[in-house]
């Protein structure tokens, strides 16, 4: 099973981007955190970053199209981006959205996602961890024939 784990601006900085909220994990580490985790659980996972919005619609579209699963941290899209929102609700397979940081602890623009309503589930304040309990909650489900 084919899993996009997309991810939005500014996260390809992760590493040396406000660790104090985002943590010392690099972006290149990311990548094999969530390529390894795929591994061992069966799953083809593609992992990409881009700080230009068109870039990820190209993407979500791409998703839908193949009725694939996606992991997205829609990072700061995530508070006014009604075109990545209706991107994701045109996808036909899961969508995790993940948040590195509790954005619910933070500044209050930062607490309204517009693509939560569009998502399958929602993981936030866990750190770089969250991506691979999304991973695994997509294993689960496939396993499940879900
Ligand atoms: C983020 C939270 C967003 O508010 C922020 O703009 C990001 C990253 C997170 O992973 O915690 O870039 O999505």
């Known amino acids: ?5 997309l991810n939005g601006p500014n996260l390809g900085r992760l590493g040396t981007r406000q660790v104090d909220v985002y943590g010392v994990t690099s972006y290149a580490d990311l990548v094999n955190l969530c390529v390894d985790t795929g591994r061992e659980l069966g799953l083809d996972v593609v992992v990409r970053q881009t700080d230009a919005e ?12 193949e009725e694939a699963a996606v992991v997205l941290n829609p990072a700061a899209w ?14 036909r397979g899961p969508l ?3 948040h590195i940081s509790n954005i619910h602890a933070r500044e209050e623009f930062r607490h309204h996602s517009v693509v939560s309503a569009v998502a399958t589930g929602v993981i936030c304040g866990l750190g770089v961890d969250g991506y691979r309990l999304a991973l695994h909650h997509l294993a689960a489900r496939r396993d499940a024939g879900a």
Do not use: K, Q
């Not at 068109?54 to 199209?65: P, R, S, T």
């Not at 508070?79 to 996808?91: E, F, G, K, P, Q």
């Open 96 to 98: 995790v959205e993940v």
């Open 78 to 91: 995530s508070h006014y981006s009604i075109a990545v929102r209706d991107a994701c609700a045109m996808l």
């Open 54 to 65: 068109h870039e990820l619609l190209g993407w979500l579209h791409e998703a839908a199209d």
């Open 1 to 5: 099973m084919r899993v996009y784990v």
